[in-house]
Antibody
Framework: EVHLVESGGGLVRPGGSLRLSCAAS????????MTWFRQAPGKGLEWVAN????????YYVESVRGRFTISRDNAKTSVSLQMNSLRAEDTALYYC??????????WGQGTLVTVSS | DIVMTQTPLSLSVTPGQPASISCKSS???????????LYWYLQKPGQSPQILIY???GRFSGVADRFSGSGSGTDFTLKISRVEAEDAGVYYC?????????FGQGTKVEFK
């Protein structure tokens, strides 16, 4: 059974940093792209970043490019999202997902990031 | 960016009756590989999104056969043949053709 468990969320001041992690299990992690999505409180879904199965390709939504970095450790079957220079508009529930093609099939439960002074 | 537009944004349904949600994209979602990268998700209250339909028509494993997807190019539809109480939530269409992947605004399905 596929399991994706996010961690690392919390309250951070504007301009601060946070590192999200996602522990994956139940599937061949090395065969899949992984993706982070987010959902601001009461809002819709937004794609944030993708990373290829071997980590050689990464893509970001324009609003986080240069501030966020996605990475993965295939030995530990985990994917991370390093978030720097956080802004109030980054406040959201962040989801880790598995991507078999060009869209996610399984989603984690999410970890909440709140950026506020 | 590809803009995804869903209608309606809210749908009040009667259990056992059919329901339909439209999704239009600002450009064709047909890739040169012949596939159309349009997906449907359901987010039940308090839960993470779950995939229903992949590449327009494909019903994901375990998804009830009352859910069906159709369409091509820029116009797509999700149909529920007979809505059940467990189908309540927000439905999103999503395009995976080009980065940034983008979603429709969501259609909230509630029961009368």
């Amino acid at each position: 059974e596929v399991h994706l468990v996010e961690s690392g969320g919390g309250l951070v001041r504007p301009g601060g940093s946070l590192r999200l992690s996602c522990a994956a299990s139940g599937f061949d992690f090395t065969a899949y792209w992984m993706t982070w999505f987010r959902q601001a409180p009461g809002k819709g879904l937004e794609w944030v970043a993708n990373i290829k199965s071997d980590g050689t390709e990464k893509y970001y939504v324009e609003s986080v490019r240069g501030r966020f970095t996605i990475s993965r450790d295939n030995a530990k079957t985990s994917v991370s999202l390093q978030m720097n220079s956080l802004r109030a508009e980054d406040t959201a529930l962040y989801y880790c997902t598995r991507v078999p093609g060009r869209a996610p099939d399984f989603w984690g439960q999410g970890t909440l990031v709140t950026v506020s002074s | 960016d590809i803009v995804m537009t869903q209608t309606p944004l809210s749908l009040s349904v009667t259990p056992g009756q059919p329901a339909s949600i439209s999704c239009k994209s600002s450009q064709s979602l047909l890739h040169t590989d012949g596939r159309t990268y349009l997906y449907w998700y359901l987010q039940k209250p308090g839960q993470s999104p779950q995939i229903l339909i992949y590449e327009v028509y494909g019903r994901f494993s375990g998804v009830a056969d009352r859910f069906s997807g159709s369409g091509s190019g820029t116009d797509f539809t999700l149909k529920i043949s007979r809505v059940e109480a467990e189908d309540a939530g927000v439905y999103y269409c999503m395009q995976g053709l080009h980065f940034p992947w983008t979603f429709g605004q969501g259609t909230k399905v509630e029961f009368k």
